[in-house]
Each structure stands twice: as C-alpha cells, then as structure tokens.
C-alpha cells in the first residue's frame, strides 16, 4: 500500500520543466550543444531526434527491402528448382504417357510376330515330315497290314526286298493323309533303309508278331533298340507304336505281356551294350546315345516321344474272307495325321 501511495504521489508531483532541468545537458557541459550545430538547445535536441529517427527509419526501411529481395530471390530459385525437379509422386505429363503406352504396344507386336514365327517354323518342320514307317522283323505281317490299310482287301504277299510307299487317307477325315512307308524287314536291309527315310518319319508303327513273340524276343528288342537309341529319331522324337499283330491266333501274345517282356529285355540289353558299345553299332549314323534314364531300370515312360500299344490282326478273325481288325490302328493314325 505504501509503494502504491508514493506512485501516485509521483504522478501527481511530475513537472516535465523540472524534468527537462534535471535530466537535460547542462550549458557550457561535455553534452552541451555546440553554437555552430545550430538552433537551440531544446529545438537541437528535438531536430537532431527527427533527423536520427529518419535516418533510422531509412536505415532499417533499406535492411527490410534487402531482407524482402532476399527473401523473393530464395523463392524464385526454390520455385526453379521445383519446376524443373518435379517430385516423384507428381503423374507423368500425357505426352510421356503416350510415349510409354506406345513403347508397350510395339514389345507386345514384337513378341507376338516372335511367337508366331516359331510356331510357324516348328508347324512347317512338322509338316515337312508326313511319313509313316512301317517297321518290324520278317514275317511279322508289316505288308499284309500296308495292304489292308490301303485298299482294306485281303493279299498274300511275300517277304519284301525293297520298300512300299502310298498315301493314305484317314478313315473318319479324308482331307488328312499320311504317306505310308512299308520297309523290309530282313536285317541286312533294315538300318540301310531306315537312315534313308528317318529323317521324313512323321511316326513310326512296329509291328510284332505276337504268336513267335517269345521265339524272336531278342531280335525284337535289338531292332527296336537301334531305333530307340538313334540320335535323328531321338530328336525328332516321332510318336510309336508298337502294334501287337496277330492276335487272331489263340497263341497270341497280349499287348501288355509284350510291352512288360520287351522293357526287361532292352533293360539287359542296355548294360550289355554300355560294356561292349561297338557291338550294336550298325547304323551309319552311330547308335551311341543312351537308352531310358541312367541307373533306373528301363520302361518306355523314359523315351522322350510317346510309346503306346495296341492289338490288331491283318488277316482278321475270319481269315481271307474277313475284314481286319485295325481299330485301335486306325484311330491312332487319325490322331497323328
């Protein structure tokens, strides 16, 4: 309360004179006014404050523009760079979206004009090879089944020395033909014809005679091993079958006994021909590519084309009168037309 009372009796008691007197330069003092400054004391005094505070006011008005184009200087660079860098989350202009979509559409020509001319070269390699080979050992039926695929009539024929060739036409699709190729059998004929027309096997049908099957097993499987294991026919890979002839005979073998009694057969043939390599080399073209898969026991599964069999007689159940039974034959030769 005291200080309150004594501030306000300060207020009440303030002379500016007696201020002015007590707080001002002294006449004649270190902070007198000199006569050659001009004006008065009190005048001097309030001119000088003016002027100090124009020249202030201008000083500090300067510093502020300075600061001002400083400052729109760092904007405009900062808002040069932004143009010139825009951020990464900023959408493509449309020109560059155009451009992009252009560049896919012409990867996307490019790979379909690819993927047609390999599907158009492998289709012409394909259709490059239309025939059918006949094969199998003498007197398996390979010329009585090549008549009746043909003319569907019944002939007696004799062993072949030379090879037969006519066109066929599928039973169910007659715009589909394959050539059907008849060669002998005998083996000093076999290979010699077989590298001759392997390259043009479009598939190749085997023929057993299912009735001496178990007489003439080996001779079977080592004919069929030179075939298997030629390296044109392992990489065209033509489809085979191997057609069970004869089964109109009661002592015919069924397809499955032989499919199962000629894999154990090229299985021992096959350890016997990687000790002794030359001895089954009897194709021009060399027989030394390996037969299955290396240390499994041997099945047609392992073949890089598809192995099937199928039963069938060329003389069929009723003898020279009757037709053939070349069902299973004739469908298979549709599928592969």
Known sequence: ??????????????????????????????????????????????????????????????????????AMDTVQVTAAREGSRPPQDAPLPDQDVARVQLLISVAVALLVV?????????????????????????????TLLFVR???????NTQTSITDSSASYRVKNDKRM???????PGHES????????????????????????FQREMKDVAEFLY??????????????????????????????KLIQ??????????????????????????GSASQLGRKGKEFDF????MKVEFVECSAKGSKGEEGSADLEGLEKWLARIA
């Open 177 to 183: 033909n394959v050539t059907l190729i008849d060669l």
């Open 189 to 212: 004929l076999r290979l010699q014809l077989l590298d001759r027309f392997k390259v043009a096997a479009r598939a190749i049908v085997f023929v057993v005679d299912s009735v001496a």
């Open 149 to 155: 695929l043909l003319t569907g009539n019944f002939r």
């Open 1 to 70: 309360m005291g200080w309150v009372g004594r501030d306000k009796g300060a207020r009440r008691n303030y002379n500016p004179q007696e201020a002015s007197g007590r707080f001002g330069r002294r006449p004649g003092g270190p902070c007198a006014r000199r006569p050659e400054d001009g004006g008065g004391g009190g005048g001097g005094s309030g001119g000088e404050s003016r002027e100090g505070h124009v020249v202030a006011s201008g000083t500090v008005a300067r510093a502020a523009g300075g600061v001002a184009l400083f």
């Open 226 to 255: 030179q075939i298997l294991t030629d390296n044109t026919v392992l990489r065209n890979a033509p489809p085979l079958l191997i057609a069970c002839n004869k089964q109109d005979v009661t002592m015919a073998k069924s397809s």
């Open 114 to 142: 690819v993927a047609l001319l390999i599907w158009k070269f492998i289709q012409s390699r394909k259709s490059s090879r239309r025939a059918v080979l006949l094969l199998g050992l003498c007197g398996s039926g390979k």
């Open 260 to 285: 199962q009694q000629l894999e154990r057969e090229l299985n021992t043939l096959r350890v016997t021909v990687s000790a002794a390599p030359s001895t089954m080399d009897g194709s021009s073209s």
């Open 301 to 304: 599964s392992q073949l890089p």
